[in-house]
C-alpha cells in the first residue's frame, strides 16, 4: 500500500488524480477502524493532514466556510455562535480524543446513514464544496447523499470545505444513544428556524439509507408557526410536526434499535427540538 | 518505509512501517514503548491515549506516517527521571488503580485536562474522561485522583 502526504492543496489534488483508488485520510477515526480489524486495504493512503490549507474556517458574508481539516473539537470551541446545531451535533461525537481528530469532511466522505454531522448540514442548507484538477464545484447538500456509504463526489475529487449559512435563528439536535459517549446514533434530529425567511429547516439520521430532510414537516412547522405574534407554540402543532418528522424516516431493525423505537424516538426528538428553539427564540418556557 | 518522529522530546524513526499500521503498534512494537495500552483498537476505551502535537488522541486511530515530523508525549514521557507527574502520585495515592490496564491512557488524559483546565468540576472531568473506559468499573478512585492532583496543581 502505498502513502501518499502532500503538503499543498494543489499537490492533494494532482495525487487524487494519479491515484482515483487513494483513500483520503485525514482524522482516522473511521477508516483506520476497518484497517486495525484488517479489512483489505485500499492500493493507497491519501493522508490530508499535513495539507495546511485545510485546517482553518472563515467566514465570507453570511457563510462559514470550514476547511476539510476542521476537528469537531475546533467547531465546539470556535463556531458555537455561528453553526449552533453543527455545534450541539459535534459535542455528542465519540470522545474528546476522537473529536480532536474527526472531522466534518470525513464524515461526509464516509456518508454513513448515522454521521452526527450529516442532519445539522441538511437542516441548514449547507453545501460540499469538492475539487479536482478539472476544478471546483458545489453541492447541495440535498444532493449529496446517494445511498448506504455513498456521496456524489466523483473518484478524482476530494472535499475542500463545507459551507454553512451563519444560523440566522435557533437551532438544536438531538441524539439517541445507550450512553452520552462514544455512541453511534438510534437516532437522531435537527432542527434549525429561520425568523427572516419564516422557514423550518430539518434533518434525519440513522433513520433512513441516507441522511434526509424531513420537507413535509418543514412545511407544516413553517406555515402554521406564530412567526408574527411570537406566540406560544401550540403543543397540538409539535406533535404534529414530530409525527410528520417520524413519516419522513424509512428505519430498519438493527443491532442499535427497531424501526419502531427510531420512529417513536423521531417523533419525541423532533417536537422537543422544535420546542427548544421556539422557547429560545420567543423567550417563551422550554 | 520509514517514520521519523519526535517522541518524548527524543528524535526517533521506524522503519518496516506498513503505511496502514497504527501510531500505536509503531510506538510499542517499533520502538519499544509498551505503556501506552492496546485494548479495543477502535477509538472506545481510550488505552491508547498519547499527546499528538499537545491533544489526546487515540494511538491506533492514527497512521503511523500520518505522526511523521509531529510531536508524541507517551506515558513514558510525564515523569521527570524519577520524579512522577502529580497526576501518576495521585493515582498511587488514592488507589486510583486496579488491574492498571486503563491507567496510562487516564493519566495521559487526566495530566492534559489538568494542564488546560485546573479548576474542573466533576461534570466537566466526567465529560473529559468520557472515552476512557475502566473494566474494573473503579471510577470513584479515579475521580478521587484527578481531585487531589487538581487541588496540588493549583496551589
Given at each position: 500500500?502505498?502513502?501518499?502526504?502532500?503538503?499543498?492543496?494543489?499537490?492533494?489534488?494532482?495525487?487524487?488524480a494519479?491515484?482515483?483508488?487513494?483513500m483520503?485520510?485525514?482524522?482516522?477515526?473511521?477508516?483506520?477502524?476497518?484497517?486495525n480489524f484488517?479489512?483489505?486495504?485500499?492500493?493507497?493512503l491519501l493522508?490530508?493532514?499535513a495539507?495546511g490549507?485545510?485546517?482553518?474556517?472563515?467566514?465570507?458574508?453570511?457563510?462559514i466556510?470550514?476547511?476539510?481539516?476542521?476537528?469537531?473539537s475546533?467547531?465546539?470551541?470556535?463556531?458555537?455562535?455561528?453553526?449552533p446545531?453543527?455545534?450541539?451535533?459535534?459535542?455528542?461525537?465519540g470522545s474528546?480524543?476522537?473529536r480532536?481528530?474527526?472531522?466534518?469532511?470525513?464524515?461526509l466522505g464516509?456518508?454513513?446513514?448515522a454521521g452526527?454531522?450529516?442532519p445539522?448540514?441538511?437542516?441548514?442548507?449547507a453545501?460540499?464544496?469538492?475539487?479536482?484538477?478539472?476544478?471546483?464545484?458545489?453541492?447541495?447538500?440535498?444532493?449529496?447523499?446517494l445511498?448506504?456509504?455513498r456521496?456524489?463526489?466523483?473518484?478524482?475529487?476530494?472535499?475542500?470545505?463545507v459551507?454553512v449559512?451563519?444560523a440566522?435563528?435557533p437551532?438544536?439536535?438531538?441524539k439517541?444513544?445507550?450512553?452520552?459517549?462514544?455512541v453511534?446514533?438510534?437516532?437522531t434530529?435537527a432542527?434549525?428556524?429561520d425568523p427572516?425567511?419564516?422557514?423550518?429547516?430539518?434533518g434525519?439520521g440513522?433513520?433512513?439509507?441516507t441522511?434526509?430532510?424531513?420537507?413535509?414537516?418543514?412545511?407544516?412547522?413553517?406555515?402554521?408557526?406564530?412567526?408574527?405574534s411570537?406566540?406560544?407554540?401550540?403543543?397540538?402543532?409539535?406533535r404534529d410536526?414530530?409525527?410528520?418528522?417520524?413519516?419522513?424516516?424509512?428505519?430498519?431493525?438493527?443491532?442499535?434499535?427497531?424501526?419502531?423505537?427510531?420512529?417513536?424516538?423521531?417523533?419525541?426528538?423532533?417536537?422537543?427540538?422544535?420546542?427548544?428553539?421556539?422557547?429560545?427564540?420567543?423567550?417563551?418556557?422550554? | 518505509?520509514?517514520?521519523e518522529?519526535?517522541?518524548?522530546?527524543?528524535?526517533?524513526?521506524?522503519d518496516?512501517?506498513w503505511?496502514?499500521?497504527?501510531?500505536?503498534?509503531?510506538l510499542?512494537?517499533?520502538?519499544g514503548?509498551?505503556?501506552?495500552?492496546?485494548a479495543?483498537?477502535?477509538?472506545?476505551?481510550g488505552?491508547c491515549t498519547?499527546?499528538?502535537d499537545?491533544l489526546?488522541v487515540?494511538?491506533?486511530?492514527?497512521a503511523a506516517?500520518?505522526?511523521?515530523g509531529r510531536d508524541?508525549?507517551?506515558v513514558?514521557?510525564?515523569?521527570?527521571e524519577?520524579?512522577l507527574?502529580?497526576?501518576?502520585?495521585?493515582?498511587?495515592?488514592?488507589?486510583?488503580?486496579?488491574?492498571g490496564?486503563c491507567?496510562?491512557g487516564?493519566?495521559v488524559?487526566?495530566?492534559?485536562?489538568?494542564?488546560?483546565?485546573?479548576?474542573?468540576n466533576?461534570?466537566?472531568?466526567r465529560?473529559?474522561?468520557?472515552g476512557?473506559?475502566?473494566?474494573?468499573?473503579?471510577?470513584?478512585?479515579?475521580?478521587?485522583?484527578?481531585?487531589?492532583?487538581a487541588?496540588?496543581?493549583?496551589s
Open positions: 500500500m502505498d502513502f501518499l502526504r502532500p503538503t499543498t492543496w494543489a499537490d492533494a489534488l494532482s495525487a487524487k494519479e491515484h482515483p483508488d487513494a483520503p485520510i485525514a482524522g482516522g477515526t473511521d477508516l483506520m477502524v476497518g484497517l484488517g479489512q483489505p486495504p485500499p492500493p493507497a493522508d490530508l493532514t495539507v490549507e485545510l485546517a482553518g474556517w472563515d467566514r465570507d458574508d453570511g457563510t466556510r470550514i476547511g476539510a481539516g476542521v476537528t469537531y475546533q467547531i465546539i470551541a470556535e463556531l458555537a455562535r455561528e453553526c446545531a453543527l455545534a450541539v451535533a459535534s459535542r455528542t461525537v474528546p480524543q476522537i480532536n481528530r474527526a472531522t466534518v469532511a470525513g464524515n464516509t456518508a454513513s446513514p452526527d454531522a450529516h445539522p448540514l441538511l437542516a441548514t442548507g453545501l460540499v464544496e469538492a475539487s479536482s484538477v478539472r476544478g471546483t464545484r458545489v453541492i447541495d447538500i440535498d444532493d449529496f447523499f445511498g448506504v456509504k456521496n456524489a463526489l466523483a473518484p478524482d475529487e476530494l472535499i475542500r470545505a459551507r449559512p451563519v440566522a435563528g437551532q438544536q439536535f438531538a439517541i444513544g445507550t450512553r452520552n459517549a462514544m453511534i446514533a438510534v437516532c434530529v432542527v434549525a428556524l427572516v425567511r419564516r422557514s423550518v429547516g430539518t434525519i440513522s433513520a433512513a439509507p441522511p434526509r430532510r424531513a420537507v413535509e414537516a418543514e412545511a407544516l412547522a413553517a406555515a402554521n408557526l406564530p412567526w408574527s411570537g406566540g406560544a407554540l401550540a403543543e397540538d402543532l409539535a410536526f414530530g409525527n410528520r418528522v417520524a413519516a419522513a424516516a424509512s428505519p430498519i431493525d438493527d443491532v442499535r434499535g427497531t424501526a419502531a423505537y427510531r420512529r417513536h424516538s423521531l417523533a419525541v426528538l423532533a417536537r422537543r427540538a422544535l420546542q427548544w428553539t421556539w422557547a429560545e427564540m420567543t423567550g417563551g418556557p422550554r | 518505509m520509514r517514520v518522529l519526535i517522541v518524548n522530546g527524543t528524535e526517533r524513526f521506524a518496516d512501517v503505511p496502514g499500521e497504527s501510531l500505536l503498534f509503531t510499542r512494537e517499533r520502538l514503548l509498551p505503556g501506552t495500552k492496546n479495543c483498537e477502535q477509538g472506545e476505551c488505552s498519547v499527546l499528538l499537545g489526546p487515540c494511538a491506533c486511530l492514527v506516517p500520518q505522526a511523521a508524541v508525549v507517551t513514558e514521557g510525564l515523569a521527570v524519577d520524579q507527574d502529580p497526576v501518576q502520585e495521585a493515582f498511587v495515592e488514592t488507589g486510583a488503580v486496579q488491574c490496564f491507567t496510562p487516564l493519566v488524559m487526566v495530566a492534559d485536562l489538568i494542564r488546560r483546565t485546573p479548576t474542573a466533576d461534570a466537566e472531568v465529560e473529559a474522561l468520557a476512557n473506559l475502566c473494566r474494573c468499573t473503579g471510577y470513584e478512585k479515579i475521580l478521587d485522583a484527578v481531585r487531589l492532583a487541588a496540588r496543581v493549583a
